[in-house]
């Protein structure tokens, strides 16, 4: 079980909402994937009210929410636009984004931090995507933060953990603090990898509902996501230089003959 | 008198939030509201007065990753 | 469903039954696997009969059995052992080793490729444990083998895909052929990561028996190479250099702010 | 007269494969057997008479990766 | 050319001055680096004097020095420093280090830019110790940084490039501000592969003056950086993944019976 | 310096002299480079007596030739092709290849070690194209061989070190044997790798004909190939996971204020 | 009066921190100096009257990475 | 006769290699010969009598990889 809040969850996947071809393959990606919290947003409602239809649909998954504040880049947007998710989807959590460069989508660690101090003190319960710095992270620890979300890699870029040095680092100094890999996975064996160095869960999005079959792929991810987990848990073998026999030596027939 | 509705310019008749809120067909929808950039929650909308050049953010749950 | 000499099986983990901490854990690693291809070896044979209880405890789990020739370093030996397994055994498979280096037990394709043509003449239904080559490869399968088995590294090494553009590489010549990454795997995402380039199913032993729960390993592994052969199937995202927002950017409240 | 079984010298009084797997308490075991080197097969053990100096395997199913 | 500040230099190495067997190595050490700036740290001076003969030593080599506020963890530790190096060493140049965690030697970002900003305007100019975050890059530049060095891995680890990609990123994003890889370089290749990304230059110590022969290393990693910067200039190929013939197809003897 | 055949050379790098924009060109690359070995191949002559013209220009660089069998399929060929080569460049010196398949361009390791066998009995000097298979390695050498060049990746890939595992493992197994990369290199960083590990020399020549500018890539390739030896035997340091200051910490200022 | 001189207590009769110096040996010497985490410049060394629990950082060049 | 010259059919009225090389204007030109897959070294091309249907290779020196 991993907990997030005080909040006990069975699956580590949590998946994102967008970007799938339709509200009927997200809903069976949801189900396929076992993710128990799922991320939402909030955007401009028009006259049509299309935001209504897909409440309902999220709330017939039975999920928890996670609602983001995507697409901020300063603090007071990030701040009001949690108030306003807060309010809608009726949870204190909130993954907290702010933006500080388009190309890379890289959080602003500045803002992130002091939104991060924002919030906390009016009641909620923050998860920042983050990048693997060190520090950063323990400052958002100081400002509240009970979670942290380093990126594996850009938002949306596929390339998995591209510097699994510092996100190892970052669980060796962390041991108490959930962490969860958020963005930037492509590949069912990068979830694995991830977990297998003691991650706590896997925030992604992109990677299933941009693959060629959504449904399948949020199912790879559930098993992989597992199994790097249960590798984590039943103490994987060292890395060896040389080779080992698998098969016992001793007995091997024709042994003077091997000699 | 004029205001901006989520970005665009918007003639309304409405005194109040709760107000433009009915006339753009929002009633009893899952929507927030901020006012020139700060929160408005749902207990303060019937109390909270509009005034000319308000930019009103209202928004609703969508995807997201 | 994978196939082997006409074989289908629904799992694509063989497992193998070396080294582990008991004939139980054996027995529960080889169920918690989900394996339906097992392993097994010859050896010299002593008062005790050792080898019966062993028979027995295999016999028991319903699985077919793949003998191996390992610790055979010449034509002859691998040739007489593989005769003595068809009898024991009662099947013409068998998992070809003709080992030539005793640090890295590299094969010696030579002597593989030799052993490939007499065994598959004399009926037998070969598994060549072969290196990432690919002229060798044309060559066992000129010999008459219907399966290839390339190293992901040395035996025992716990390193994963030392190369993957070969393997890579091997897949793409051989599209019609079953290939199976057997050896030098230790972590599930190793596993994930040669079922997404595409590979029919993974062959490891010490990655699961010398893991500290070789059961929970057993079942780890099991799951990752569902999730790497679903990922294969599903078709994942194309890698980006940049990064790509999943939230959509349309409808982003304060957008003006953002500007 | 002196064989070798398994890499071992034994002295034995059996002439046949068959009989020297009885003397060694084989019989009815899953074993597979070789004579210098070759195979021989269950069905030719009772025929297959030993001479001094033959090199015996009598193998067994073990574990193996 | 190499530029900072206003100073053009030809070699493309910064050479560390701490850490060599003798000062007689160091000498020469530096002088086989080709280094024409070398970084040098004040430490409290005792009655020996101990410093006095190493400025003398320093001075001898010609040249340009570059002092650090290495081991401050504040930003008040890090000014006061440097206002002293800059009487101590007569430069206005300074490596601006503000350590936020022991383990990793990693920078704390905040305090880095808040001195940067703080040294700036008191008329320094300041080359600063960071990540290679984008976000806290462009808050150096607004600080008044012309220079940018970001760690290559954790100082003295002999890592290398941990983030090829973040680096490469940051090149890409500041196209017109010199950036020194900073740290962490254990090898002429990583130097070289750094310089082939677009670097400007490299700063390392450890990696010379620990080593077996620290001469020959000096010298080594001169060769490599020259390498590397040359193969920038001279446009690398395009990386395939397919085999291209260099020897001509065209005009090969017995061509038929190739065929 | 690195003996082939007896013959000492103070360059380690052997370049090839295939697809240069222009003769002249080549001469300037060749003599940028340094190398005092280059590779050269037969051709079916025309009424133009191309061949004549390109001889002259070799010549004139006064390097050693090593004539190639690029091309050959068969031994048959191979051994021809060699026969021819002696004549014409009236050397004993032979760059055995025999490919395999077209895509890759791998070798045949098969016909290789066949063709080395027939090629080292009729007086040849032999110096194998080869993959990092160390059981052909060993074949290579009973065969005859004095010289053995692995592949680093498929030629004119320009991917580097494709297995960097197995050339090390292949270093240490033969280490008083003159080992030489070939092919498949793009970047100086890649032949410094292989350098560092300890091979005696690096034989390129896509990677410098194909550049942008050819002379300076070879100057570049030069420098790198002289770094990385130079690093191999000035002793690295040891790869640390912590970092490490370099700066002593003993004497900081400010020492409590840092407590 | 006690003072604090490189994070060791000190005993000194020095008045200035110029007089500190000498009374150390750092006459000519090329070194650097700070007065309670604040950068006392060589100028103003003369001037700067020294009180008791003063912490007083001298430093030299040194190497450094 | 009809041979075939680096994998081109041509009509040779030459009796020897060495004629042939003639013909085609390779004299004092360094190329290698080999005749239907054997090298004929350039000693003996004045003894070595050409047939129709022979395979000439004729090669000279080219750059290479």
Known sequence: ?259 | MKITVNGATYETGAVTLAALLSELGHDGAVVATAVNGEFAGRASRAETMLRAEDEIEIVAPMQGG
Chains 1, 3, 5, 6 share one sequence.
Not at chain 1, 95 to 124: C, N, S, W
Not at chain 1, 200 to 209: E, G, R, W, Y
Not at chain 1, 228 to 251: K, L, N, Q, W
Request: net charge negative; hydrophobic share 45%; glycine share 12%.
């Open chain 1, 1 to 259: 079980m991993a907990g997030f809040y005080g909040i006990d969850v069975a699956s580590r996947f949590m998946i994102g909402t967008a970007g799938y071809p339709s509200p009927a393959i997200l809903g069976e990606a949801i189900h396929a994937s076992g993710a128990e919290i799922v991320t939402v947003s909030l955007r401009r409602e028009g006259a049509g009210g299309a935001g209504q239809a897909f409440w309902d649909l999220i709330r017939q998954t039975g999920c928890r929410v996670l609602p983001n504040t995507a697409g901020c880049k300063t603090v007071k947007e990030a701040v009001t636009t949690a108030q306003m998710a807060r309010e809608v989807f009726e949870t204190p959590w909130i993954k907290l984004e702010v933006i500080g460069e388009d190309d890379t989508l890289q959080p602003d660690v500045f803002a992130l931090v002091e939104a991060a101090r924002v919030l906390t003190d009016d009641g909620f319960q923050v998860f920042p995507y983050t990048t693997d710095d060190l520090i950063v992270a323990e400052k958002l620890l100081a400002a509240g933060c009970e979670v942290l979300m380093p990126w594996g890699a850009p938002i949306g870029s596929g390339r998995g953990l591209n510097n699994p040095y510092q996100l190892r680092t970052l669980r060796a100094h962390f041991s108490g603090v959930p962490l969860v890999v958020d963005a930037g996975l492509g590949l069912p064996s990068h979830a694995a990898a991830a977990m297998e160095l003691g991650y706590d869960a896997i925030l992604l999005n992109t990677a299933v509902a941009k693959a060629g079959d959504p449904v399948g792929m949020a199912a790879a991810f559930r098993d992989a996501i597992t199994a790097g987990r249960a590798a984590f848990e039943a103490g994987p073998i060292e890395v060896r230089d040389m080779a080992e026999p698998s098969t016992p030596v001793a007995g091997t027939p024709f042994w003077q003959g091997a000699e």
